[in-house]
């Protein structure tokens, strides 16, 4: 699974913090940022800052909403934008000079740690939607068709969050590795062209992380 993070802080005499939890520390810095100005400068002419903001969103809105349909969509809106957002910005931050080659600040999704965090919280979502959208629904699917499908069901349940993070682990991971070698290889032109492919590469694994889950989603609030 790689080699152990190099702790470079520990606070409190037990919270070891990593490059990893810095880096993410930095992006949930940027993005409270970001939030922030939008809410602060929000016109009803917007300029060109607020148009893009209102694209990137409208963009979400749709995409989710192709899946889960408009009223499920902007019902779960805040939980998935937010994902959606985290898991672009901590891909990204990997084609920043220097990220993922110091010990000091790496991507956050190239750490199993973060990664398998967003999966626990994914699966305490899907929960937790299931039994507010119908309590009867949410035990009968585990029976469905058949009463002795339910330990594979639940197995199922616990499978899918983990594929998610260990999906979402191992494509980060292996770009910033394989990044990482060439530049200790052929230091001019092949980082360079590996961060080109990164752009499409990263944003694909937020649409896919962000997609699964509303597929996900979208079974266990599905109408009887």
Same mark, same amino acid.
């Not at 060109?48 to 409208?58: A, L, P, V, Y």
């Given at each position: 699974?790689?080699?152990?993070?190099?702790?470079?802080?520990?606070?409190?005499?037990?919270?070891?913090? $990593?490059?990893?939890?810095?880096?993410?520390?930095?992006?949930?810095?940027?993005?409270?940022? !970001?939030?922030?100005?939008?809410?602060? &400068?929000?016109?009803?002419?917007?300029?060109?800052?607020? %148009?893009? !903001?209102?694209?990137?969103?409208?963009?979400?809105? %749709?995409?989710?909403?192709?899946?889960?349909?408009?009223?499920?969509?902007?019902?779960?809106? &805040?939980?998935?934008?937010?994902?959606?957002?985290?898991?672009?910005?901590? %891909?990204?931050?990997?084609?920043?000079?220097?990220?993922?080659? $110091?010990?000091?600040?790496?991507?956050?999704?190239?750490?199993?740690?973060?990664?398998?965090?967003?999966?626990?919280?994914?699966? *305490?979502?899907?929960?937790?939607?299931?039994?507010?959208?119908?309590?009867?629904?949410?035990?009968?699917?585990?029976?469905?068709?058949?009463?002795?499908?339910?330990?594979?069901?639940?197995?199922?349940?616990?499978?899918?969050?983990?594929?998610?993070?260990?999906?979402?682990?191992? %494509?980060?991971?292996?770009?910033? /590795?394989?990044?990482?070698?060439?530049?200790?290889?052929?230091? !001019?032109?092949?980082?360079?062209?590996?961060? !080109?492919?990164?752009?499409?590469?990263?944003?694909?694994?937020? *649409? *896919?992380? &962000?997609?699964?889950?509303?597929?996900?989603?979208?079974?266990? /609030?599905?109408?009887?």
């Amino acid at each position: 699974m790689g080699e152990k993070s190099e702790v470079i802080i520990e606070l409190f005499g037990f919270l070891d913090v $990593t490059g990893e939890v810095i880096g993410m520390w930095i992006i949930l810095g940027i993005i409270t940022l !970001i939030s922030l100005i939008v809410k602060l &400068t929000l016109k009803e002419k917007p300029g060109k800052f607020q %148009n893009i !903001i209102e694209t990137g969103i409208e963009y979400l809105d %749709n995409f989710f909403g192709d899946t889960l349909g408009k009223k499920k969509s902007r019902k779960h809106f &805040t939980f998935l934008a937010s994902l959606f957002i985290f898991i672009i910005f901590s %891909n990204y931050s990997g084609l920043f000079p220097g990220m993922g080659m $110091t010990e000091y600040v790496k991507a956050p999704t190239a750490s199993l740690s973060v990664t398998l965090g967003l999966g626990v919280i994914t699966f *305490v979502f899907l929960q937790v939607s299931g039994l507010r959208h119908s309590v009867k629904h949410y035990f009968k699917r585990f029976v469905s068709p058949m009463f002795f499908m339910l330990p594979l069901l639940l197995l199922d349940e616990i499978i899918k969050p983990a594929s998610l993070a260990l999906r979402l682990f191992g %494509n980060i991971f292996g770009e910033e /590795t394989v990044t990482e070698e060439l530049y200790h290889i052929l230091p !001019i032109g092949a980082p360079a062209v590996m961060m !080109i492919l990164s752009l499409l590469f990263c944003a694909l694994q937020a *649409v *896919v992380f &962000t997609m699964l889950v509303s597929i996900y989603l979208d079974e266990v /609030t599905e109408e009887e």
